[in-house]
Structures are given as structure tokens and as C-alpha cells.
């Protein structure tokens, strides 16, 4: 008798899934990008004294092909928005976006024409990071969160799809009319 036989129904597939959550979350590079202020703390992050590479991160990639967390720290500029998503754009799947700061997730007291009023706009967002900055440790706390997430999510899910619905759920949920062709 083979093992699929002897093993409850989904067996296989629940190891697999374990195993590519696993060694998903444990090899989880960032992609280099700094907004504003919150990228201090970001790059505080990196510090011996914080010391992220103990969770196998310490490699901020340079090119958004190496890379597959994007550290939205700080605010977005209207002007910034496209590069942004392009960066996005060019990194590989399955990929995720971590939210900053206020300021990156709401627009936080830069309620004006001139910055994207939450970066969900832009790029789907997997965890939002409150506080203005948040300190390293916050940072550090937010990413073993989706690590969690990485770890336990299910193989064939279309992230992609997903990824777009959250889109326009945000974008139709707080307008911001220029970001609306990027979505097209
Ligand atoms: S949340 Fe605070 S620290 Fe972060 S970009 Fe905005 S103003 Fe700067």
C-alpha cells in the first residue's frame, strides 16, 4: 500500500504546502527603497543592534528582481507613485508589501493633493505598520507577522488576482484620482 493510500485525504498536499511556506518565509529578501523618514528606522533595522539577519534578511537587494518584500517607508509623493509601482511591478512572484508608517498606509497629517493618500493605491499591501516612525522593533514584529501569513498560506492561490481585487477595493474605498490609470 502506498503512502497516499495509508494517509488521510490531502496528506501530501499539506506537507508540500508546509515545506514551500517554510522555506518561502525563511528566504525572504527586501528589496532597497527608502520614502522618507520611516526608512531610518528601517535601515536601523539592519543595525547589529536590531540585527534583522536573524531571520535571514539582512540582504537588502539592489535590483527588484532579487527581491521579494517591499518596505513601503514613508510617505509616497504623487511623483513617486509610478516609480514605485514599477518597481513592484519588476519584482518576481509570489512577492509582498509590507506598509510603513502612517504616512505610507493613510496618507497619515499629509492629508494634501500632493501625496497618495495610502499606498494601497498603488501596489497591494499584506500587512499594515502603524506609527510615525515605527521603531525597529515594530518593524522586526511586522514581519514575523508575515512570515506567519507566508508560512500558512495554501499553494494556487492566484495571488495576482487577489492582489488586484485588494487594489481596487482600496482605491474605490478613498479615491485618488492620478493613480487610477495605473490600474488600467
Ligand atoms: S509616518 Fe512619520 S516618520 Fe514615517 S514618513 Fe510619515 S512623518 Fe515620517
Redesign the pocket.
Known sequence: MGIEEKAPAGFMLGSVEKIVGLARKSSMWPVTMGL???AIEMMATGTPRFDISRFGMEVFRASPRHADLMIVS??VSQKMAPIVRNVYDQMPEPKWVISM???ASSG??FNNYAIVQGVDHIVPVDIYLP???PRPEMLLNAILALHEQVRNSPLGVNRVEAARKAEEAALAATPTHRMKGLLA
Open positions: 522618507a523618514c520611516c514613508g510617505r508608517g502612517v504616512c497619515g497629517m506609527g510615525c516612525p
